[in-house]
């Protein structure tokens, strides 16, 4: 088992930036991929970023490529996911996931773990 607790989430006007914690505990975290998710009111949760177990491959949506960095420290158990250039439209509960075999990184499937969620509000 293992357990993901985001935060970092909040208000921030567009054209800001923030930056979402997932720490984990349970299992050894190196042995994930981890993602980040999100979920806008009245649509379905997409996929927003992934890192391979050893950071070096990163994967990101369309829509957040060159505004949004996902890293992980494993000496701390903690993915992040550095936001910025902020927009209404990232408005969202952002999830982070973690996973301990991946194909396809952004299929929510291919995750065992899920966080709890935080809410991320850009206001124009």
């Known amino acids: 088992q293992v357990q993901l607790v985001e935060s970092g989430g909040g208000l921030v006007q567009a054209g800001g930036a923030l930056r979402l914690s997932c720490a984990a505990s349970?299992?050894?975290?190196?042995?994930?991929?981890m993602g980040w998710f999100r979920q806008a009111p009245g649509k379905e949760r997409e996929f927003v970023a992934a890192?391979?177990?050893?950071?070096?491959?990163?994967f990101y949506a369309d829509s957040v490529k060159g505004r949004f960095t996902i890293s992980r420290d494993n000496a701390k158990n903690t993915v992040y996911l550095q936001m910025i250039s902020l927009k209404p439209e990232d408005t969202a509960v952002y999830y982070c996931?973690?996973?301990?075999?991946?194909?396809?990184?952004?299929?929510?499937?291919?995750?065992?773990?899920w966080g709890q969620g935080t809410q991320v509000t850009v206001s124009s």
């Open positions: 890192i391979r177990r050893s950071g070096v491959s990163t």
């Open positions: 996931a973690a996973g301990n075999i991946l194909v396809v990184v952004t299929r929510e499937y291919e995750y065992d773990y």
């Open positions: 349970g299992q050894t975290f190196s042995r994930y991929a």
